[in-house]
């Protein structure tokens, strides 16, 4: 049987690969989704190390352009942070990749399709859901998952097939991403303990401060200190190189798994963290109250269901629409502050700015309205909460 599978190369996937092939007689199409968090080095090694284990074709699908085009274009757009903390980047990521291997099995016709995850997180949920919406005829194989092996016994299996490599178990699991990078291990699994600073893979080298500029172009970042960008993910890529050396972004977000459990996983994603408060300090300048209303809440519900693995929902779409709709004016330059483990926001430049002079300042003067119009709109604004408390007055005194 024809099958494609969503590869890392780890020694997850490196067993179902074995597996699959030599236990089960598949014929295996291994599948690498970049969504920008491999070199090209890492590339090359992992399609060679593929083809050593046995698949019969490796793929890799360059996803990053599209990754940012049609999901984290909309993460900025909507100011998402999972509870206020967490920039989705593994959710976003997941399903991003789980599309993509549906898409490739699709095109080479696979009659079944295999991932690697196991049996205890959300991962498992976003690539089952992708591949029946996909290819709701093709068989999914889960053999992590449906075997329920413990790490040591996948590297004895591995073993006995010949496949002898350095599977010693880091102290903490990385996955990076162009939208950040989650850190597990040993202080994630409880609900006490934060993450050591040896744990983030990127340390603290930077110790002076430093000021730069962020020029957004209809809600995308599109300059940094001045330099344009032709495509915002090199913005994107440019701002981690300024921001990451100063420790910032790293957090530990707690949330609600899929499958209904608490789960507790550590992260650090400056640029994320700095875009998304950048663009919302932006559009508080430069949108009306109630457009920041409803942009707060389909927001929260885009969040909510792309981390459920939702993606593919129709409704996305419409919020997405939405959300573009709403960036016409969100056009502007941001300063922002960068030192050591924080970032603070300084302010912004743009000239759709509604904290325009020529209508007034805040509790000092106005231009656009007279203490009369104040008084009588008062009057107005307050008459059905006093016809109310009359009334309770008069029902009272019966």
């Known amino acids: 049987m024809k099958v494609v599978l969503a590869y890392s190369g780890g020694l997850d996937t ?48 360059r996803m990053v352009g599209e990754y940012y085009q049609k999901c984290i274009r909309y993460l900025v757009y909507g100011n998402i942070l ?32 295999a991932h690697g995850s196991t049996g205890a997180g959300n991962d498992q949920v976003r690539f089952d859901m992708v591949f029946r919406i996909v290819l709701p005829n093709a068989q999914i194989i889960t053999p992590i998952r449906d075997l329920r092996l413990s790490r040591e016994a996948e590297i004895e ?70 330099r344009r960008f032709k495509n915002p993910v090199d913005a994107i890529r440019r701002l981690s190189e300024l921001a990451s050396p100063y420790g910032i972004g790293r957090d530990i977000h707690v949330g609600d798994t899929i499958i209904g459990i608490k789960g507790r996983v550590g992260f650090e994603a400056a640029a994320p963290l700095i875009i998304i408060k950048a663009h919302h300090l932006l559009e508080k300048h430069v949108l009306t109250k109630w457009q920041q209303y409803w942009k707060q809440n389909l927001a929260e519900w885009y969040g909510m269901l792309l981390h459920e693995g939702q993606f593919l929902e129709p ?84």
């Open 82 to 113: 999972k509870n206020n903390t967490y920039p989705l980047s593994v959710s976003a990521e997941r399903m991003f990749q789980a599309v993509a291997v549906a898409d490739y099995a699709k095109e080479i016709g696979a009659e079944a399709v």
């Open 157 to 226: 299996f591995l073993k006995s097939k010949g496949v002898v490599r350095e599977w010693h178990k880091a102290a903490y699991s990385i996955n990076k991403g162009l939208w950040g990078t989650s850190v597990g291990g040993r202080e994630t699994l409880t609900s006490d303990g934060f993450l050591p600073e040896s744990a983030f893979p990127t340390q603290v080298t930077k110790k002076k401060g430093s000021e730069i500029t962020l020029q957004f172009v209809k809600g995308e970042l599109k300059g940094v200190n001045g």
């Open 315 to 398: 409704l996305m779409r419409n919020i997405e629409t939405f959300l573009e709709s709403t960036q016409t004016n969100v056009t502007g330059e941001v300063r922002v502050q960068l030192a050591p483990y924080h970032f603070q926001l300084l302010g912004i430049k743009s000239d759709y700015d509604m904290m325009s002079p020529v209508f007034g300042s805040y509790g000092e003067m106005n231009n656009a309205w007279s203490g009369d119009d104040v008084r009588g709109f008062s009057k107005i604004m307050s008459n059905q909460v006093m016809i109310h408390e009359k009334i309770a007055e008069l029902v009272a005194k019966k």
């Open 14 to 61: 490196s067993f179902c690969v074995k597996y699959l092939t030599e236990e089960l007689g598949h014929e295996i199409h291994s599948v690498l989704v970049d969504t920008g968090g491999f070199t090209e080095e890492e590339i090359k090694d992992i399609e060679t190390k593929a083809y050593e284990l046995g698949v019969k074709h490796h793929h890799t699908a």
